[in-house]
């Protein structure tokens, strides 16, 4: 099993997804951490409940982001965590950091990519009138939402759609689809080379 970990910054429902998918016998990755950034993530304690490793890495006790990836760099390390999942983990990380973990770090987006990059993806789709809105599993690259993408759900927009209703029903489909991501990446169904996804036959 691929030790894996999962970094946060708020309430962690995608977490409690893989978490949930991961416990399932024959899963090919195993939740080794959970790093929030944030000491009062929602998620540290529905982790710690489930019984996980947790550790929080204050953006805000360190002087600049280097100091800061450095220090997460090395909760990992020492973990030995082999996968990366970020889950709501609402900071920027530098190249530096992103190229330590190319083909190792995946994110979930709320849209389907490469549209509404960003934030308020929900409220962005509803202002264009999109008909098709959906979430995106990709392999984290420095530039932001912008990674190859492993995997993506649509959801339906419907008349009277406020971003709230609509994203809870994209929310729903998260929880669906990163545990399938991971279990592709973990399982070596779907990995990155030369900055392309490479899929084995069942790799989605
Ligand atoms: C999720 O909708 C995720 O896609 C989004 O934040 C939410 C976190 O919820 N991520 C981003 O916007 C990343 N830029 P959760 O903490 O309940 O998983």
Redesign the pocket.
């Known amino acids: 099993k691929r030790r894996t970990a999962i970094l946060?910054?708020?309430?962690?429902?995608?977490?409690?997804?893989l978490i949930e998918a991961a416990a399932a016998p024959g899963f090919p990755a195993e939740i080794a951490l959970i790093l929030s950034n944030r000491p009062d993530a929602?998620?540290l304690a529905r982790a710690a409940a489930a019984g996980l490793a947790t550790a929080t890495i204050d953006h805000k006790a360190y002087p600049d982001r280097e100091s800061f990836e450095r220090a997460l760099d090395e909760a990992l390390t020492q973990a030995g965590i082999e996968l990366v999942c970020?889950?709501?983990?609402?900071r920027v990380l530098t190249p530096w950091f992103v190229e330590r973990w190319t083909g190792r770090m995946l994110?979930?987006?709320?849209s389907l990519l490469p549209a509404f990059r960003?934030?308020h993806?929900h409220e962005r789709a509803l202002a264009e009138g999109v008909l098709i809105h959906g979430?995106t599993v990709h392999f984290v690259v420095p530039e932001l939402?912008a990674g190859p993408i492993v995997a993506q759900a649509a959801v339906r927009v419907l008349p009277g759609d406020t971003p709230e209703t609509l994203?809870a029903r994209?929310?729903a489909q998260?929880h669906v689809l990163y545990p399938q991501a991971l279990r592709m990446v973990a399982g070596g169904l779907v990995r990155l080379e030369n900055g392309r996804v490479v899929r084995a036959l069942g790799g989605g």
């Open positions: 946060i910054s708020g309430r962690g429902s995608n977490m409690v997804s929602g998620g970020l889950a709501g983990f609402m994110n979930i987006h709320p960003g934030t993806t979430c939402d994203g994209v929310l998260e």
